[in-house]
């Protein structure tokens, strides 16, 4: 009798596994500390939690930064993370999730950590590099001596530690992760930001329903501490000292 | 030589030639070497789209992958470079050069394909647009070198062979050309001589071998040259021939044109004799076949020669012309088309033969016959022909008439089948005499046709061929049967003529009979009653001669019927409905056929008016119901009826003896033992009966017979034995009643005389006598006169004293009539009284007495003989003045 109590018992809870392992694939560009190989990075984190306090398992899919967001819009992956307010306009079939999950500074990073930044006209004087795509930074990088653009951000620093720009403009948290993976010393992120971005996740429009639902987990991981928890853990190590 | 121009020296052509075959040449050399160039420029650019698909695609896919726009635009220009390539791009996200620029442009499209989690994902289209202007452009760079090149070549070579040809073949053929041109049959024995090199090779080319063929030609002509001449010989031998055998056709020779109006080719001399034109005008073409022909022909003649040259028949015609004399004649035309080889018809060959003679022959031949056929068939008589078997091979329109067939139905067929086999044998009797005796038969056919059965006086005759052996036989028969039909017709006339002479003769000889007798008896019934006047009633003498006075009574009423079967009664016609005097007859009638005998009386709905004596129908009536009355054994039925009736002209034509007209019927029938065929034929004779002796004088129906004729009446009897017999009287009818004088009737008439004065005349010197005594005792003054002599004497010398003339009717010298007459001129107040047996014509019309006329018939009593007397005395006088007009 016990073993036909056990198999009944086993067919009731299969629909709950199931249910509870539903998967959501994300595709992400952000790279140390943000996000790594094994899904440990900030933001990974952050999305993981979210996901998992609606009973959802993450799989994150790490891709150049113009393919995660052709993918996410052709339905390739479930969405991407995290891309700046206002894709939607461009790619149609995503939807933002108006809960942010971070935000992106850009700053100059120097080997001078006492050069006066201010405003992208203080960039006039500089020879700058910046990762060939960042929209932002080519749009308003107008007025430099010259401005270089690389493949990624190992280029990007070696341009600098190499001393064949003055400055580089690159994402904040990135950037020391760059620094730290590329053991270089005597570079700074310059104050103050140039700009600030609130960064998003974005979903196909297949998982339209999911927002409401991810946005208020986010809201509740923000309230309950378990955002900031996570920031610290995760950025502690890059941060300089 | 005669300097040829440029153009038309050999060489000179050749080197057009091969100008035009080497630039030819050089074209088509040039555009084959170029397909293999643009062959080749197209595979260099197959091998460049392979070498993109190979080498590049691999390292663009993780670039597009990456989305690293700058590194895809080097790698797209990279493509871009490679030769001929004027685009390269990828959909949607960057691209390199100018998309479909140019007309000749090469599109190809490769997807881009990455594995991305286990899939294959098509992240783009590399679209690469290949230029084919370049290849065109190097293309007609070596169209110009190789065009320059082959040009040059060709002149050059060109130049060369004109010379070369021209000292090795072109001016050896000039030589032959002027030897050819010079060279005569006078002057065959010059040989033909090239000036070339005297080597045994130079006689073996071609051209060696032209001179010595011409040269063993013109050693051939000269000896084939006598064989031409003989053969020129007999060809003119040939064509004399020809024209012998022509000029010797009765008729025209000719060849012409296959359309109207046929000019000729050729026409022999005969031309002239038919048509009076002479061949020359038909040659030079002033003259055609259609000028000539009579313009009524002229449609038919090319109508038969259109539709027999198409096909390529002989054709025949015949049809007139006119004469150059202007005579017209008759020709017979047969010709046939002759073809080229391509089946054109060329021209017409044929011969033309005046037929004028024949035709008019035939004309009246073909005249000949319609007036034989017009004969045949207008004749009322039937003509046929009949072959050995009996078979009809001919039959004109009155033998189809007589057969009752159409001609399909009768010739080929026998009488067998044609008419009933009685008269089938009987003609076949009479053909067999004419098909296997050769005799002439005339007969009388009786045959049975469809309408009934027709006579035939048939002449039949052997029919023999050309060596006197008989084929068939010819006959003519014509209808006799109306004539048959009239013979028959005057038979029975005559036999109708011959009774009536018979019953005429008969009649007379009774008359006469009759009126001798009826003196006798007058006489003695007149001295009978003068005897029985003196002796008493009582005594056997008075009995005895009362016997004497009834037995001649009797024997007075035998003659009255004699009288009357000889229509010599004297009678006193009126007009009287008979419907009324039938009725009032009646009852005597049934009193004289007794109560076993039923009598019916049908009169008829309408008066029937008639004229007649009332005692002629009571005569009638009596005779035929006494004549019924005996023909019914035990019981029936007689029965009397009267009607009207009409007879048209064609009623009487078929019943021999009435004329036509109205009549009044009086028909008596009975349904008794009837009469045989041979008592009808005899039935009105007199004296003739079939009743037992003693019970008929054989004069019943005789009187009968007389009182209808003496009326103008018919009398039909109709009888069949053991059914009855029928007699119907036909007498004339009359439309209105006459004023007439009323009848006697039966009043008291004085007969006692007054003492006038009577003129007696009679011839008989008994009757004389016995007359006058009964006159006188009567009270009357008698003069006598045996004959009228002694009675013109006696008015001459009492002529005031004469009151009355009674006077018999026939006396020798002067009858009655003209005795009263002459008196009567002479006493005007003197009224008359005929005494006769019969009346003659004398005092009556066929015995009826004419108006006015006093008579009395003899024998006649002294008791009826004074009544007239008295009655005639007290005649008034508008009664005698009638009298007197109808004795004028």
Same mark, same amino acid.
């Given at each position: ?32 500390? +943000?996000? %790594? ?33 052709? &993918? ?33 500074? /850009? ?17 006039? %004087? ?13 749009? &308003? ?15 990007? /620093? ?26 270089? !010393? ?56 | ?157 060109? $130049?060369?062979?004109? =010379? ?26 010059? @040989? ?18 032209? *001179? ?29 021939? =020809? ?84 005579? $017209? ?9 002759? /073809? ?24 009246? +031949? ?44 009768? #010739? ?17 009797? &009479? ?108 005594? !056997? ?72 004596? @009332?005692? !002629? ?9 006494? %004549? ?18 009409? /007879? ?13 007209? *109205? ?21 009105? *004779? ?17 009187? #009968? ?10 009398? %039909? ?18 439309? &209105? ?12 008439? @004085? ?82 009284? =005929? ?54």
């Amino acid at each position: 009798m016990h073993w036909i109590l056990y198999v009944l018992l086993m067919i009731l809870a299969c629909p709950l596994r199931l249910a509870a392992e539903e998967q959501i694939t994300l595709a992400t560009s952000d790279g140390i500390p +943000l996000s %790594n190989p094994e899904g440990t990075g900030f933001h990974d984190q952050v999305v993981r939690e979210a996901c998992r306090r609606i009973g959802l398992s993450l799989n994150i899919e790490h891709l150049p930064a113009e393919r995660s967001l052709i &993918n996410a819009n052709e339905g390739i992956e479930d969405g991407v993370y995290v891309r700046v307010e206002g894709l939607d306009a461009v790619y149609a079939d995503l939807r933002r999730v108006p809960e942010k999950i971070g935000d992106y500074e /850009f700053v100059a990073f120097g080997r001078n950590k006492d050069m006066p930044i201010a405003g992208w006209d203080s960039l006039a %004087n500089y020879h700058v590099a910046i990762v060939t795509g960042w929209k932002i930074l080519e749009k &308003n990088i107008v007025a430099s001596r010259s401005l270089t653009k690389v493949k990624d951000a190992g280029l990007l /620093f070696r341009t600098l530690a190499d001393d064949k720009v003055d400055l580089v403009v690159y994402n904040r948290l990135d950037g020391y992760g760059q620094l730290k993976e590329m053991k270089l !010393q005597g570079i700074y992120a310059l104050q103050a930001p140039l700009a600030t971005r609130e960064m998003f996740l974005y979903l196909h429009k297949s998982r339209e329903r999911l927002i409401p639902l991810l946005s208020k987990a986010l809201r509740e991981m923000k309230g309950d501490g378990t955002y900031d928890r996570i920031k610290k853990s995760a950025l502690t190590a890059y941060l300089p000292q | 030589m005669p300097l040829l121009p440029k153009v038309n020296r050999i060489a000179f052509r050749l080197v057009v030639y091969i100008c035009l075959f080497s630039s030819l040449a050089a074209l088509l050399s040039t555009a084959v070497q170029l397909f293999f160039e643009y062959r080749r420029d197209l595979d260099q650019i197959s091998a460049t789209v392979e070498q993109i698909r190979r080498s590049h695609i691999p390292a663009i896919v993780p670039t597009l992958w990456g989305y690293d726009l700058a590194v895809l635009a080097m790698q797209l220009q990279g493509i871009k470079n490679l030769p001929d390539v004027s685009y390269a791009g990828i959909v949607k996200v960057v691209e390199t050069g100018e998309k479909g620029r140019g007309r000749h442009i090469l599109s190809h499209e490769f997807p881009l394909q990455h594995t991305h989690r286990g899939q294959d994902l098509e992240i783009g289209v590399l679209q690469v647009e290949v230029s084919l202007q370049g290849v065109y452009r190097r293309l007609m760079d070596r169209v110009i070198v190789i065009l320059v090149t082959q040009t040059v070549k060709t002149f050059v070579v060109s $130049i060369f062979i004109f =010379f070369l040809f021209y000292a090795t073949v072109g001016r050896h053929l000039t030589t032959m050309a002027d030897f050819a041109r010079s060279l005569s049959l006078q002057d065959l024995g010059r @040989p033909l001589v090239l000036r070339r090199r005297a080597d045994r090779s130079a006689k073996r080319d071609e051209l060696g071998l032209v *001179e010595a063929a011409i040269n063993e030609m013109r050693e051939k002509l000269v000896g084939e040259m006598d064989t031409v001449r003989e053969a020129q010989t007999a060809l003119a031998r040939s064509e004399e021939r =020809f024209r012998t055998l022509v000029a010797n056709i009765p008729g025209i020779v000719y060849r012409c044109e296959t359309q109207a109006p046929w000019r000729v080719e050729y026409i022999s001399e005969r031309v002239e004799q038919v048509s009076g034109y002479p061949a020359a005008d038909f040659l030079s073409g002033r003259v055609a076949f259609g000028h000539y022909i009579h313009p009524e022909d002229l449609a038919k003649v090319e109508a038969t020669v259109k539709a027999h040259v198409a096909p390529g028949t002989p054709f025949e015609v015949e049809y007139r012309i006119r004469h150059r004399d202007g005579a $017209i004649r008759w020709v017979f035309e047969k010709g046939q088309a002759v /073809f080229d080889r391509e089946n054109h018809p060329l021209w017409l060959d044929g011969v033309i033969l005046d037929i004028t003679q024949n035709r008019r022959a035939e004309e009246r +031949l073909r005249e000949k016959d319609h007036l034989l056929h017009e004969i045949l068939e207008n004749t009322s008589d039937a003509v046929f022909c009949k072959d050995g078997d009996g078979r009809y091979i001919l039959a004109n329109s009155a033998a189809l008439r007589a057969i009752g067939r159409p001609e399909g139905e009768v #010739v080929g067929r026998t009488d067998f089948t044609l008419f009933p086999r009685e008269s089938a044998e009987v003609i076949k009797r &009479n053909d067999d005499q004419v098909l296997h005796g050769g005799l002439n038969v005339i007969a009388e056919e009786r045959l049975t046709v469809e309408y009934g059965e027709t006579w035939w006086h048939t002449s039949k005759s052997p029919l023999r061929d050309s060596q006197g052996k008989t084929i068939g036989l010819v006959g003519i028969s014509r209808d006799v049967t109306a004539l048959k039909l009239a013979e028959q017709h005057k038979e029975q006339l005559e036999r109708k003529f011959l009774q009536a002479q018979k019953m005429e003769s008969i009649g007379r000889l009774a008359g006469g009979v009759a009126h001798d007798f009826n003196n006798m008896l007058n006489v003695i019934i007149g001295h009978a009653e003068l005897a029985l006047e003196g002796v008493d009633q009582g005594a !056997q003498l008075y009995e005895d001669l009362q016997e004497i006075k009834r037995a001649a009574l009797r024997s007075a009423d035998l003659t009255r019927q004699l009288l009357a079967f000889a229509r010599k009664q004297t009678v006193a016609p009126r007009v009287l409905d008979l419907r009324e005097a039938v009725d009032g007859m009646l009852k005597m009638l049934r009193r004289l056929i007794g109560e076993d005998i039923d009598l019916e009386w049908r009169p008829a709905k309408r008066p029937g008016l008639v004229k007649i004596d @009332p005692v !002629q129908i009571e005569q009638m009536l009596a005779n035929l119901c006494v %004549n019924a009355r005996d023909a019914i054994i035990d019981t029936g039925k007689i029965t009397i009826e009267t009607g009207q009736v009409a /007879f048209d002209e064609a009623y009487c034509a078929e019943h021999p003896g009435f004329l036509a007209g *109205e009549y009044v019927l009086l028909a008596v029938s009975d349904d008794g033992c009837g009469m045989s065929a041979e008592t009808l034929t005899n039935l009105f *004779e007199p004296f003739y009966t079939t009743k037992e002796l003693g019970k008929g004088t054989g004069l019943g129906l005789s009187t #009968v017979y007389g009182i209808v004729k003496q009326n103008n009446g018919f009398v %039909n009897v109709y009888s069949e034995p053991d059914h009855g017999t029928t007699f119907r009287i036909y007498l004339p009818a009359r439309q &209105n009643r006459e004023a007439s004088l009323p009848p006697d009737g039966d009043k008291a008439v @004085p007969v006692a005389g007054g003492g006038e004065c009577i003129l007696l005349v009679e011839d008989e010197p008994q009757l004389l006598k016995m007359t006058k005594t009964v006159l006188e005792r009567k009270g009357y003054r008698v003069l006598a006169a045996a004959g009228p002599a002694e009675a013109l004497a006696l008015a001459a010398a009492r002529a005031e004293t004469i009151d009355l003339l009674v006077t018999d009717v026939v006396m020798p010298g002067m009858n009655g009539r003209e005795l009263a007459g002459r008196l009567q001129a002479a006493i005007p107040k003197l009224r008359c009284l =005929f005494m006769s047996g019969y009346t003659a014509n004398v005092i009556a019309h066929h015995g009826v007495l004419d108006e006015g006329v006093a008579f009395i018939q003899k024998p006649v009593s002294s008791r009826d003989l004074a009544a007239k007397v008295r009655e005639v005395l007290d005649r008034s006088p508008l009664t005698q003045s009638r009298q007197r007009a109808a004795e004028r």
